[in-house]
């Protein structure tokens, strides 16, 4: 089996550490990437510390997976040795069951292999993902990479884009739709230039003032501080659709608020503990909320295709391996503009 450097998070308290993984022995229809950027999802910090109380140690996180193909299978098709490739949050599913066969295997009825802290589909081998010099996948859950330019940027497409770009496209953003983003982290931001990118008016909803600029520059049209109740007020019965993307616990009756008749609120922040409904805001115009998992395999590529056309790309802060541990220190203060990602050459340094 070949090993890769990587780094792992061991226990739900210690910072994470160097690691030396094992990965499987490549089979016909696997693809070996040379790993060389990988973002850090909030998701990650999440796990690494057990606030979803599902992890499983050593962990190695990573799920905004960008680099070269080394080598290819025998049955392998879709991918040539020197091509860029992605790989997203999930590395396998059953593949037969209905969702999987509509592409949204995300939703597959006997569960999705996640591209880390989960497992393969004998349900006992762990997987292992991007904090990591090399990853094999099956060629079926990799996406070919068309970007031209610099690779850093598209690293966070795999999770962050994908993320927000299927709710977008399942709730029919498009031009002159008035839609919320609420949070601008690496989501958010992400969010902000893909509902643009489609024409929609945005209106970014933060916790703060201090991010006012960078949400006009990113595509946004109208900018709230959402602890404001008279900022909030003015935007009341104003939204055809919001997305949600908060990473912690926060009150969702101003953001209800702002809905107009049938709005619908998407959750895709992912907060440990379980946030309070308020039920008024509901009956009133008859809004709804629902929730969205990331996106299908097929759905990934398109969104990264529409990433190439529209020249998306996250704005990134990139660091070595080393700095890991505080970056996710300044992930939990919300201070991060709006992605860091690894340059995973400094698992060799
Ligand atoms: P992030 O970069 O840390 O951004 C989260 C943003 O939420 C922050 O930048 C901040 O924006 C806002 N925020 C944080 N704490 C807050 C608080 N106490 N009150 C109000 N706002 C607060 O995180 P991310 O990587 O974008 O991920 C966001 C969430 O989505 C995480 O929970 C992650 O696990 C989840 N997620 C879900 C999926 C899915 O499939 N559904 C996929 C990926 C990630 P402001 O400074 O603008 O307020
Ligand atoms: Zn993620
Ligand atoms: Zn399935």
Redesign the pocket.
């Known amino acids: 089996m070949p090993t890769t450097k990587a780094y792992a998070a061991f226990d739900a308290k210690s910072p994470l550490a160097p690691f030396e993984l094992s990965r499987r022995d490549p089979k016909p229809n696997d693809v070996t990437i040379d790993i060389t950027y990988c973002g850090i ?3 990650d910090l ?1 796990q690494a510390r057990n606030e979803w109380q599902n992890a499983s140690y050593p962990m190695v996180p990573g799920h905004e997976i960008v680099g070269r193909v080394i080598a290819v299978g025998s049955a392998v098709t879709k991918l040539e040795v020197g091509q860029i490739a992605g790989v997203g949050c999930m590395v396998d599913s059953c593949r037969r069951c209905s969702a999987c066969e509509r592409g949204l295997e995300q939703y597959c009825e006997e569960g999705m292999s996640l591209t880390y802290n989960g497992f393969e589909r004998d349900k006992k081998t762990p997987t292992h993902g991007g904090y990591s010099k090399q990853i094999v996948v099956d060629e079926r859950y990799v996406v070919a990479v068309r970007q031209s330019g610099s690779l850093e940027g598209v690293a966070p497409l795999l ?2 884009g994908i ?1 927000t770009y299927s709710p977008l496209r399942h709730w029919k953003v498009g031009k002159g739709t008035r839609v919320g983003v609420v ?6 931001h992400v969010a902000v230039k893909l509902a643009a990118a489609m024409g929609a008016e945005v209106t970014l909803f ?3 003032d201090r ?1 006012r600029d960078d949400a006009k520059r990113l595509g946004a049209h109208e900018y709230v501080v ?1 602890t404001d109740a008279a900022q909030m007020a003015k935007h009341h019965g104003r939204l055809d659709f919001i997305l949600n ?6 009150d969702l009756t101003g953001l209800l608020l702002a809905l107009r008749l049938d709005g619908t609120m998407v959750m ?4 440990e503990k379980p946030l309070a409904l308020p039920v008024f805001p509901l009956l009133m115009n008859r809004r709804a909320v629902a929730g ?3 996106g299908g395999i097929a759905e990934t590529q398109e969104m990264l295709d529409f990433c190439a056309k529209h020249q998306i790309t996250a704005d990134v802060e990139v660091i070595p391996i080393q700095k890991v541990n505080e970056a996710y220190e300044r ?1 939990v203060k ?1 201070d ?1 503009r ?1 992605r860091f990602v690894i340059d995973n050459a400094t698992l060799e340094a």
């Open positions: 999802c909030h998701s999440h999770c962050a993320t949070g601008l982290g690496g989501l958010g933060s916790s703060s991010k959402s993307t908060v990473s912690a616990e926060h895709v922040g992912a907060p969205s998992g990331i992930l919300a991060v709006y």
